[in-house]
C-alpha cells in the first residue's frame, strides 16, 4: 500500500490558528477521498509553527472503479420494425461507449427501457492528489489572512515552500508559482534551510537530525515532562495550565526547557500580580510548594537546543523583572488611596455609549443585586455585604494595575478591598462578580458573590438587548450567551428559587428608572426570555436531560431555572417507571379537547351523565392533593395522583359526547377537561413526551 506526504511550509503561525487549520485539511482531505473513491487506513496531521503536514497511509494504487447503471431511450424507439437500432440507440452507444452487446431491457414504471452496466475505471491515485492538493491548500480559512508576492492567494502567513511526496516520488503540482518538491526546510537557525527528502520515511528522521520535532503530541509531552522535573528538583512543583501549554508547544519545534529566578522582593506581590505577567505576557510556568505558595522561580521553553542556555535564561530573567517592576509599582500606587476612592473614576469611563458609564453600571448592579437579596430573603448582614460589594464591585478598573494588566479585573479589587479593610465576603464577592469567565470555571462561593454575578450578568443582556444588540448567529460581541450560561449555572449551583421573568422586570425597570432609556419594554422582556429558554433547553439537553422532557418542563408556567431542573429530573424517572403508554394517551386525549376550550369552569349541576360525574368526583378528590406536592415539589407524586384518573378520564371519552348542540352542556364538559388539563401542566406537557 501507498502512503502520500504533504508538507505545507509557511511563516511562523499564530498559536490559534494550527489546530483549525489541521481540522480544515482533515474535512477537505477526507470529503475529497470519499468522493473520488479512495480507501484509505489512516489520515495523520503534524504540525510546528513553520509547518502543516498531512500524512495518509494505506492508499491503493488507483481508485476503485465506478460501475453504474445507465438509463437509455425506450425499447420502442430504440428499434426499428426490423429489429436494427435506431438512431435514438445508435446515439446512446456511442455516448456511454457501449457495443450492443453491453445493453439489457428492463421494465420502468411500466414501460421497457434500454439499460446499461458502464464501468467506469478508476484513475491513478497519484494523478488524483496531485489535481486536489492546491484546492485543498486554498480552502483554509483563517480568522485573518494576509497576501504576498502578488499572488491572489490568500493564508494566514506566506506560503514558502510546499513538500509532496508519494512514497518515494515527487508528486509535483502549482500552487500559485509555488511548485510543490520533495525540499523542505529544518529549525530556522539549527537546521539546513534545504533538505532533500528521497521518501515518505526519511522525512521525520531528516527533520529530527534538523532540530524539528514534527509530532506535536511528542513536543507537548516533552515539554510537560521536562518541566515537571526542573520543578521538583526545586522542591517545587509546575503550576500546570493545559491552555499555556497547548499554546507554547504550537510556538516550538525543538523546545528546551529552562529554569530561572525570581527575586525575592517581588514575592510579596499578590500572587496574581506575579503569576499574570508570568503567564499571560511572557508564557512561563510559575512553581509552586505544596500549599500552593509561589516559589521563586519561573520555567519557560527556547525554542532551540541547550547552547548559552546560561545566557537566555539571564535574558528572560531581565525581562520578567522589568515586568514584575511595573507591577510592583502600581501595585504600591494603587493602596495609596482605599478602593472606595476609586469609584467616582468610573464616571470617566464608558460602558456603552447608550448604556452610560461604567459609574452608571455600577448603581444599577448594586440596585439590582439589592432587589435579588430582597427577592430570596437574604439575612440583613447579607444585604450590607450585597450593597457594600456591588458599590465597590468595578473600582479596581481604573486602578493602575488593571489598566496594564486587565486580566486581573476583579482579582485587584478582591485585593485591595481586602488592603483596604473590607471583609472577607465583600472582598470576595468583588472577584467572584466575573464567575464563571468560561466553560468549567469555578462558581461563586458565596451568596453575596453569586447574587453579585447575576446582577453584573444580567444588567449586561438586559441592556444590550434593550438597545437592539442581540447576538446573532456566531456573532456575540458583548458575550450575552457566556454570561446567560453563566447566569444559569449559578442557579442551578446555589440552588436559587428565583423567577426569571421577574429578575428581567427588575433589570429592565431599573435601566427606566435611573438611565430613563426608551425601548418597548414589553417586546424586550419576550427577546430576553426566550433568549434564555434557548441557553436552557441546550444546557439540559448537554446535561444528558431528553429534549422532549426539556419541552415537556419548558411547556409549563414556572420560570424558576432550578424549578425547572428539579421537574425535569423528577419526570425522567417518573416515565422510566412508568411505562409511556399509559400516560400519553390518556393525557392528550385531554389535552386536544382542552385546546378547544376557553375556560375551565365546570357547574356540578350541569354534569348528568355517570362518568361524567365520575370523572368530575375522582379529579375533585386529588385536585388539592396535588396541589398541595407541588408546593412542595414533589412532582411525581403529584404525576401519580394525575394518572390515577386514567381510567375515569378514558370513561368520560368513550362514553359521553363532548361536542354536543347544547351550548351549556358543551361548554361545562369542556370546562372539565381544561380543568384537568390545567392541572396537570402545572406538573410539566405531557403532550410533547415522544413515545420511542
Known sequence: MNKYLLEIGVEELPARFINSSLEQMKNYTSKILNKKRIPFDEMKFYSTPRRLVLLIEGLPDRQEDLEQEVKGPSKKI????????????????????????????????????????????????????KDNMADMIKSISFPKSMK???KNLRFARPIRWLLSIFNDKVLEFDLEGIIASNITRGHRFLGS?????NNVEEYFLLLKDNYVIVDRDKRKEKIKYSCEKLAREKGGNLLYDEDLLDEITNIVEYPTPMIGRIKEEYLKLPKEAIITPMKEHQRYFPVINDKGMLLPYFITIRNGNE???????????????????????????????????????????????????????????????????????????????????????KADLVTNMVEEFTELQGIMGREYAAESGENEIISLAIYEQYLPRFSNDELPT??????????????????IFAIGIQPTGSQDPYGLRRQALGIINIILDKKLNLS?????DFSLYIYVEENGLAF?????????????DGRIKNMFIDMGIRYDIVEAVLGTASDDIFDLKLRADKLNLWLDKKGLDEVLSAFNRVKTLADKSENNEVKRELLVKEEELNLYDTFSSVEEKVIDLLNRKEYDSALDCMISLKEPIDQFLDNVMVMVEDEKLKNNRLGLIKKISDTMLLICDLSKIVNK
Open 307 to 393: 547552547e548559552y542556555l546560561d545566557i537566555v535564561i539571564k535574558g528572560n530573567e531581565k525581562v520578567l523583572d522589568a515586568r514584575l517592576e511595573d507591577a510592583r509599582f502600581f501595585y504600591n500606587e494603587d493602596i495609596k488611596e482605599p478602593l472606595e476612592n476609586y469609584v467616582d473614576n468610573l464616571k470617566d469611563i464608558v460602558f456603552q455609549e447608550k448604556l452610560g458609564t461604567l459609574y452608571d453600571k455600577t448603581m444599577r448592579v448594586q440596585k439590582l443585586a439589592g432587589k435579588i437579596g430582597s427577592y430570596l430573603e437574604v439575612g440583613e448582614e447579607t444585604k450590607k455585604n450585597i450593597e457594600r460589594a456591588g458599590y465597590l464591585s
Open 500 to 504: 426569571l421573568e421577574e429578575l428581567i
Open 148 to 150: 504576498w508576492g502578488g
Open 78 to 129: 430504440a428499434f426499428d420494425e426490423n429489429g436494427s437500432p435506431t438512431k435514438a440507440l445508435e446515439g446512446f452507444m456511442r455516448g456511454q461507449g457501449i457495443k450492443l452487446e453491453d445493453i439489457f431491457v428492463r421494465e420502468y414504471n411500466n414501460v421497457e427501457y434500454i439499460f446499461a452496466n458502464k464501468i467506469e475505471k478508476g484513475r491513478a491515485v497519484e494523478e488524483i492528489l
Open 193 to 197: 534551510s534545504n533538505i532533500e527528502v
Open 446 to 463: 458565596t451568596t453575596a458573590g453569586a447574587i453579585l454575578s447575576i446582577a453584573d450578568k444580567l444588567d449586561t443582556i438586559s441592556g
Open 520 to 532: 418597548d419594554y414589553y417586546k424586550v422582556k419576550d427577546e430576553i426570555l426566550k433568549f434564555f
